[in-house]
């Protein structure tokens, strides 16, 4: 069975940082690009950054780029969100998600797994 089990989240002021983990099971994790998107409150769920299976590759949403990091550990099947100068608009349910074999990483519809979300708050 496969889990994706995030962690990391909370409340930080604006200008803050965190760092979300997500840690996987069941899954031949190295093979898999890992993504992050966020879902804040009556809004559709919207991709944030994506990594490839060795990491060589990433892509990030313009709204974070330069501000936030993946990166992952095969070797403990996690991936991570490093998120600085966090914002007010930041603020959502961030979720990690399993897409077996395609460099599509802007499609939801790509992964295959997903986490249950880890909340950010992002307070002014």
């Known amino acids: 069975q496969v889990q994706l089990v995030e962690s990391g989240g909370g409340l930080v002021q604006a200008g803050g940082s965190l760092r979300l983990s997500c840690a996987a099971s069941g899954l031949a994790f190295s093979i898999y690009t890992m993504g992050w998107f966020r879902q804040a409150p009556g809004r559709e769920r919207e991709f944030v950054a994506a990594?490839?299976?060795?990491?060589?590759?990433?892509s990030y949403a313009d709204s974070v780029k330069g501000r936030f990091t993946i990166s992952r550990d095969n070797a403990k099947n996690t991936v991570y969100l490093q998120m600085n100068s966090l914002k007010p608009e930041d603020t959502a349910v961030y979720f990690c998600?399993?897409?077996?074999?395609?460099?599509?990483?802007?499609?939801?519809?790509?992964?295959?797994?997903w986490g249950q979300g880890t909340q950010v708050t992002v307070s002014s």
């Open positions: 998600a399993a897409d077996l074999a395609t460099w599509a990483p802007r499609a939801l519809s790509s992964y295959d797994h």
């Open positions: 990594c490839s299976w060795g990491g060589g590759e990433t």
